[in-house]
Structure formats: structure tokens, C-alpha cells
């Protein structure tokens, strides 16, 4: 039983350093926070997180509590096809950035009203962008493991031998379409998540994220 424990804390925590560790604690709040900004500009999620958000409508429960029992489902791919990009990160991300953003878009709601104006709900979308943005800069950089989504198209990749930015582009759309039909919301705030959260991110890992976390 020791040497189990022994191995399970060998997975998860793989010789991180305190700054790692603080990286991707950060970097999980922020992803938590930047889906309910977001959320709350009433212009769309990135693919996945907007159809989280149908499907738990839908299902009448919480986007975090949605988000906690598919993650569960995925981890089991995760273990089975991509267990090498499971660490801490990965516990961390698929227990706690639902309800952060469930906690977050409540606090939102309950003291600012839904935004009505076009103007006001970009610049909240702008402001969803940056926080994203640099949470996943932080998340990426600390390299403790990656969420059962984001391992998905790496267990795709080694089934079906394309490149990873296919299998990405695949699992994306398919988020999309469920988004759709399930009633989420497919907006401006989704295309922006598509164009623009990559440039930002590698922005931030080269100005900022790595020299703190890498340092």
C-alpha cells in the first residue's frame, strides 16, 4: 500500500517546484474566472465550455457539477491512452475551475446586471480574453498536468495517427456543435476564443509566464 502511495504521489506531483505548484494554482483559478466573464458577457465560451454550459441547462444542474462528472468520464480515456500528461495539474483543474466559475459568475450576477449594450458586452468579452489568456499561459507553463479535455486529442492523435492540431480542431468543433444544438450560446465571444487566445497565450508565455515560473 506504501509503495502505491508512493507511486500515485511519483504521478501527480513529478518533482514540481513551489513556482510550478503556484503556477498552475493560479492558472486553474484564472480559466475558472476567465469562463465566467465570459459567460457573463452573454457573447459565447470557447467550444467546450459552451457546451458544458447547454448541457447542463439542460440537464438542470450546475456548470461546475457538469463539468466534474464529464471530466470524470474523460479521465478515464485520459488513463487509458495519455496517462503520460496526468499530474497534478490535472486533479486540480478537473475538481475545482467549474465551481470557481460557478462561484464567480454568482458574485457577477448578483452585483452587476447582465450587460444589455453591444459595446459593454465586448469589452467584458475583451476583458474574458485577457484573464483566459494569461490563466492558460500559467497553466501551460507550470507543465503539472493537463486537464481530461485538453489530453483528449492527444489520445485521438495516437488512434488515428493525424496531427495534434487536427484532433484539436476535431474535438473543438464537435464541442461546438453539441454547444448548438443542446441551446449554448455560439457567438462572437466563441470565434474570438478560436483567433485570438493563441497569439495572447504565446504573448504571455514569452513575456511573462515562463520567466516567473521557469525563472
Known amino acids: 500500500m506504501e509503495n502505491k502511495n508512493n507511486k500515485i504521489t511519483d504521478i501527480l506531483f513529478k518533482g514540481l517546484t513551489i513556482r510550478r505548484i503556484f503556477g498552475m494554482l493560479l492558472g486553474n483559478l484564472g480559466i475558472g474566472i476567465g469562463v465566467s466573464v465570459f459567460h457573463f458577457s452573454c457573447l459565447g465560451n470557447d467550444p467546450y465550455?459552451?457546451?458544458?454550459?447547454?448541457?447542463?441547462?439542460?440537464?438542470?444542474?450546475?456548470?461546475?457539477?457538469?463539468?466534474?462528472?464529464?471530466?470524470?468520464v474523460l479521465f478515464i480515456v485520459q488513463l487509458m491512452f495519455a496517462r503520460e500528461y496526468i499530474g497534478l495539474g490535472t486533479l486540480v483543474n478537473w475538481v475545482f475551475v467549474g465551481f470557481?466559475?460557478?462561484?464567480?459568475?454568482?458574485?457577477?450576477?448578483?452585483?452587476?446586471?447582465?450587460?444589455?449594450h453591444l459595446l459593454t458586452q465586448i469589452l467584458i468579452m475583451l476583458l474574458g480574453v485577457l484573464t483566459m489568456s494569461f490563466a492558460v499561459s500559467l497553466y501551460q507553463s507550470a507543465d503539472a498536468g493537463i486537464s481530461p479535455y485538453d489530453s483528449l486529442p492527444f489520445a485521438i492523435q495516437k488512434k488515428v495517427g493525424k496531427s495534434y492540431f487536427w484532433c484539436r480542431i476535431f474535438c473543438d468543433?464537435?464541442?461546438?456543435?453539441?454547444?448548438?444544438?443542446?441551446?449554448?450560446?455560439?457567438?462572437?465571444?466563441?470565434?474570438?476564443?478560436?483567433?485570438?487566445?493563441?497569439?495572447?497565450?504565446?504573448?504571455?508565455?514569452?513575456?511573462?509566464?515562463?520567466?516567473?515560473?521557469?525563472?
Open 100 to 116: 470557481t466559475a460557478d462561484f464567480t459568475y454568482m458574485i457577477l450576477t448578483k452585483n452587476v446586471a447582465l450587460p444589455t
Open 49 to 72: 465550455s459552451g457546451m458544458i454550459l447547454g448541457l447542463s441547462a439542460l440537464a438542470g444542474v450546475s456548470y461546475g457539477t457538469f463539468l466534474l462528472c464529464l471530466n470524470s
Open 173 to 215: 468543433a464537435f464541442c461546438a456543435v453539441i454547444c448548438f444544438i443542446s441551446g449554448g450560446v455560439i457567438g462572437l465571444g466563441t470565434f474570438t476564443c478560436a483567433f485570438c487566445l493563441g497569439p495572447f497565450i504565446t504573448f504571455f508565455n514569452k513575456n511573462i509566464s515562463e520567466k516567473i515560473i521557469r525563472k
